[in-house]
């Protein structure tokens, strides 16, 4: 499995830009990246995924470089309700089909 | 409305006393998960299942035991509750495995 590195946490700004970037030197061919959002006493909620290059919704980029060994959740003019967890995910390989496992997360703090 | 339901969300036990935590969903997922959380170190995953009669061990099987009889079924059995399985568990399913995973609430067990 692709172990993953996150900051612990990072504080913001209301307004500003977060970029929360996680490690993963030994990802697989067939690995993507999935990003992940929790609130306190809620399950983690989806925000994006993606095997290389750009990825972009309607709340989140996600940045890959050429040799996929880290990833960068961008979060453009954050809010205070962007104050959450952000876990970085590796994962869908042919080693471990099934087995996933998260990071320790990173905790973001918006404050106005 | 797709989703995840777990029950009980919160339930206070003593050692010894087995237990079982059930998680349903609704969108003909076929892949499914559990998940602990403690503070400072994330999800960890427990058990998986890739469909109906397929587990597989995750990064903390011990003290679990799951079962997969039918596929929007995905039940976690404590046999022997321990104090040390005080924590906050979380179902999840997706389609495919390395897809977005859908969470359920959150089932917060305490064991004395």
């Known amino acids: 499995l692709a172990k993953t590195t996150q900051p612990i946490s990072m504080d913001s700004y209301e307004g500003q830009e977060v970029n929360i970037t996680c490690s993963h030197n030994n990802i697989a061919t067939n690995d993507y990246i999935t990003w992940y959002q929790q609130f306190p006493s809620q399950g983690p909620r989806f925000i994006i995924q993606?095997?290389?290059t750009k990825v972009t919704n309607e709340v989140a980029s996600l940045f890959i470089p050429a040799d996929r060994k880290s990833s960068t959740l961008s979060l453009p003019r954050v809010s205070l309700s962007d104050t959450a967890v952000y876990y970085c995910l590796v994962g869908l390989t042919t080693d471990s089909w099934g087995k996933l496992q998260f990071g320790a997360g990173t905790q973001v703090v918006v404050t106005p | 409305e797709a989703q995840v339901t777990q029950n009980p969300r919160y339930l206070i036990t003593v050692t010894g006393k087995k237990l079982t935590v059930t998680c349903s969903q609704n969108m003909n997922h076929e892949y499914m998960s559990w998940y602990r959380q403690d503070p400072g170190l994330g999800l960890r995953q427990i058990y998986y299942?890739?469909?109906?009669?397929?587990?597989d061990k995750g990064d903390v099987p011990e003290g679990y035991k799951v079962s997969r009889k039918e596929k929007r079924n995905f039940p976690l059995i404590l046999e022997s509750p321990s104090p040390n399985q005080t924590s906050l568990y979380f179902c999840?399913?997706?389609?495919?495995?390395?897809?977005?995973?859908?969470f359920g609430e959150g089932s917060r067990l305490t064991v004395l």
């Open positions: 993606g095997y290389k």
């Open positions: 299942s890739m469909n109906v009669e397929v587990t």
């Open positions: 999840a399913s997706s389609f495919p495995p390395g897809g977005e995973l859908f």
